[in-house]
């Protein structure tokens, strides 16, 4: 039996991936969430479907760097079988208002990216190879994508930090900034998965522990009824939850959560993905990503605001943290 931490499985297509993985019998499934009393009655409602006895939940606030170096030293505490997958999935978007999180950080970026970033660095030292991190974009991220959703706009990890040191911002009213910065998160997700593919390639031209690591995204696609969007209003609200699920059988890459969450599992059990790293996945399928997300400047800058923010130290990552090659 391996081992699987699943962010964010107590709700959505983290429990749908989660309860996909219970069901191989193969793996004990982490359930990591922000709340210790929705992750016990995940882990319940997840025993009654798959009848799976290795699944635990554990807590990880990921707009908590606190919670998030807890959860690893936690998890390494504890005997479990060997640490094979990171799915960092939990992801939250705000269109009310902008909130900042303990750290003082924009709580959609402090979530969406800077927490995963940490959580990965701090577990990798723990991973047993071969092993995969599959990280959760979006296709919002990509404006070539008629997604109906506001284009990202990264101008530096900085200002996504902390938006209102911006000296020319873009003045956006509250629900289009909330959705600009979600899909410029999903951006970020895209640039955090493919430098920490270059990295982890120059650990195995190092011979160290990352030599048989793979990191991919993970595009969902659409899928209504989610809590995601839990922050809009009623009318939005309601048709996320009734209307845009009757679409599904006639609108490209809208699916059903149960059906992206195998497609997610599937990405960690099948076998033809065990040597595949740094691409993007539309399900099952390989696509390209957004222009932007191949920028290797973008990346690096991403990658070491991202180190100074989070305080991460040498001796907490496996990986270098100041500049690595980013050639393709």
Request: charged share 20%; net charge positive.
């Amino acid at each position: 039996m391996n081992t699987a931490i699943v962010t964010g499985a107590n709700t959505g297509l983290g429990f749908e991936c989660a309860r996909a993985l219970a069901e191989t019998r193969d793996w004990h499934v982490i359930v990591a969430c922000r709340s210790a009393e929705k992750g016990r009655e995940a882990v319940k409602r997840l025993f009654a479907q798959t009848w799976h006895k290795g699944i635990e939940a554990m807590t990880l606030d990921l707009a908590s760097l606190e919670s998030a170096r807890n959860f690893a030293r936690d998890y390494a505490a504890e005997p479990r079988p060997p640490l094979r997958a990171i799915v960092c999935n939990a992801a939250t978007q705000i269109v009310t208002g902008r909130t900042y999180t303990e750290d003082g950080f924009e709580t959609t970026f402090a979530v969406n990216h800077l927490g995963h970033f940490l959580l990965v660095n701090l577990m990798l030292a723990q991973m047993a190879p071969p092993a995969r991190i599959v990280v959760v974009s979006s296709g919002t991220h990509d404006p070539a994508q008629a997604t109906g959703m506001p284009s990202p706009v990264y101008k530096s990890a900085r200002l996504l930090a902390r938006p209102d040191e911006d000296s020319k911002p873009l003045n956006d009213p509250n629900g289009t900034a909330g959705r600009r910065a979600y899909t410029t998160s999903k951006l970020c997700n895209l640039l955090f998965t493919y430098e920490l593919e270059r990295r982890l390639r120059a650990e195995k031209a190092g011979g160290t522990n990352g030599s048989s690591i793979t990191v991919n995204a993970f595009d969902p696609g659409l899928m209504p009824g989610t809590g995601l969007a839990r922050d809009y209003g009623r009318m939005a609200r309601f048709a996320w939850r009734f209307v845009l699920p009757a679409l599904r059988p006639f609108v490209p890459n809208v699916n059903s959560v149960a059906r992206s969450g195998r497609s997610l599992a599937n990405m960690l059990t099948e076998p033809r993905f065990e040597r595949i790293s740094g691409k993007y996945f539309q399900g099952t399928r390989d696509v390209p990503s957004s222009k932007d997300s191949y920028d290797p400047a973008m990346a690096m800058d991403l990658w070491e605001s991202s180190v100074a923010m989070v305080k991460l130290m040498p001796d907490e990552t496996i990986l270098r943290l100041r500049s690595a090659p980013s050639a393709a």
